[in-house]
């Protein structure tokens, strides 16, 4: 091979090989914050919370947790690294965690700007909302579980895919901050008796501000309305005429709902957005607490089960509709059947679904009763 040639192949792949390597850090230096979590004090002032693992067998704790005041998201970065021996890298971040304080602050989103800035940190972090002090949650550090970030991590993962609450990631949430067919929603914890318990869905309006807080029973339901279950969902659901005895609720039903339908009719009348909500699904009976012969009149028991959830929907409904928001994403069926009508209001949806016509009617169809009669 010529000698020039050879020495312009070893110039260019110096080129290639020197950036690649300048903005290198040892994984000694580095500061893995798994979870960031962002709260106000009594003064308003924003703190940042992080919860970092301690790879040393000599430490007593498993996770190093640092409080720091800051203006700004990245001058609280900083001020991390003053506490400890790495640096921090945002890339390594699995959880995000809100207090609902927090969330009733106007344009607290934009706190994440630095995040989508670095093409180096990632989009994948998972939202939560914290009901209460962050300072509760962060301190609990209970001994018998995960570390804090992968417990929450984990909560999330298995609660969503039994429909319980919802997966939002920093770039979704993005997303539905900036689309006007429908408002954001996030999972929510809270701190029970010193355990950490998965309580729903936090909802939130069009700006991103807190605006209501779903149980896990609204949460399927929601996760109903909005066609994205997942596999199979868990109802339990009072049967009129049953009584309850003692104080045993032996008036109640439990099923899983599975090959859940929902077909949605749009239209706009008399000044007014209008949809009719159809769902059907198969159940299967998990938990009977009453007496009753399935075989000989399961078409009635279908009829009050159905009738029993088309009321918990049409109750969630109503209360979506007082807060002026969209978690169903009702706005994209609106814009994509009423168009010029929806335009008109797209930037104030959430009022305008508030004073829409909405009719849910459901369909159930008992599969499987389980082996008793």
Not at 322 to 327: A, L, R, S, T, Y
């Amino acid at each position: 091979m010529n000698k020039g040639v050879l020495l312009i192949i070893l110039i260019a792949m110096v080129i290639v090989i020197i950036p690649g390597c300048s903005d290198r850090l040892d994984i000694e230096d580095t500061t893995f914050s798994l979870l960031v979590g962002f709260d106000l004090d009594q003064e308003n002032e924003l703190i940042e919370y992080s919860t970092s693992p301690v790879f040393s067998k000599n430490a007593e704790k498993k996770t190093l947790e640092l409080q720091v005041k800051a203006k700004t998201n990245r001058q609280s970065r900083e001020k991390n690294d003053s506490y400890t021996d790495g640096v921090f890298q945002g890339r390594s971040i699995q959880v995000v965690l809100l207090s609902k304080r927090f969330l009733q602050q106007k344009n607290w989103f934009q706190l994440t700007d630095v995040w989508f800035r670095d093409p180096r940190n990632a989009f994948t972090p998972r939202i939560i909302a914290f009901d209460g002090p962050l300072a509760e949650i962060i301190d609990l550090n209970p001994k018998d579980q995960p570390i804090l970030p992968l417990l929450l991590r984990e909560m999330i993962d298995t609660k969503d895919a039994r429909s319980e609450t919802v997966n939002t990631n920093l770039q979704e949430l993005h997303e539905q901050l900036s689309e006007t067919g429908e408002t954001p929603f996030i999972a929510e914890v809270r701190v029970k008796d010193k355990q950490i318990a998965m309580t729903g869905v936090t909802l939130l309006d069009h700006t991103g501000n807190f605006a209501d807080s779903l149980n896990i029973q609204e949460s399927v339901l929601l996760r109903i309305l909005q066609n994205s279950t997942r596999k199979t969902v868990s109802l339990t659901i009072p049967i009129p005429g049953e009584t309850k005895v003692g104080p045993f609720h032996t008036n109640k039903l439990s099923l899983n709902a599975e090959n859940i339908k929902v077909k949605i009719k749009t239209s706009y009348l008399r000044d007014n957005f209008q949809f009719d909500m159809h769902i059907s699904m198969r159940i299967g009976l998990s938990e009977l607490m009453f007496p009753y012969d399935v075989r000989s009149h399961g078409k009635e028991l279908e009829n009050k089960i159905s009738v029993q959830i088309q009321k918990q929907l049409e109750s969630l409904i109503k209360k979506i509709q007082g807060d002026k928001i969209d978690p169903i994403g009702l706005g994209f069926h609106a814009r994509a059947h009423e168009y010029s009508h929806f335009k008109k209001v797209e930037d104030h949806w959430g009022e305008t679904l508030a004073k829409a016509d909405i009719h849910v009617s459901v369909n159930t169809i008992i599969g499987a009763m389980g082996r008793v009669k």
